[in-house]
């Protein structure tokens, strides 16, 4: 999958069994909030990637807590 690092500010290739997907949530006014991410780690550096909710379920890798 590819990733965007901002420290390198260069996209990068990580192997599919280093990625973990997220979901994250939070209260607003309004309601709840819920964003769909995917997470790994490469050469150091933490790299998300936001996703919409059919890639994020569409996607095998494990979640992360």
Excluded: C, I, W
């Excluded at 006014?29 to 995917?38: D, I, L, P």
């Excluded at 990637?49 to 569409?58: D, H, L, P, T």
Aim: net charge positive; charged share 30%; proline share 3%.
């Amino acid at each position: 999958m590819q990733f965007y690092n901002l420290k390198t500010r260069s996209h990068v290739d990580v192997p599919d069994s280093q990625v973990k997907k997220m979901k994250m949530e939070r209260q607003t006014k309004s309601g709840v909030q819920v964003r769909y991410a995917m997470t790994a780690e490469y050469e150091g550096s933490k790299l998300f990637k936001f996703v919409n909710e059919a890639a994020f379920k569409a996607s095998s890798a494990p979640e992360a807590k």
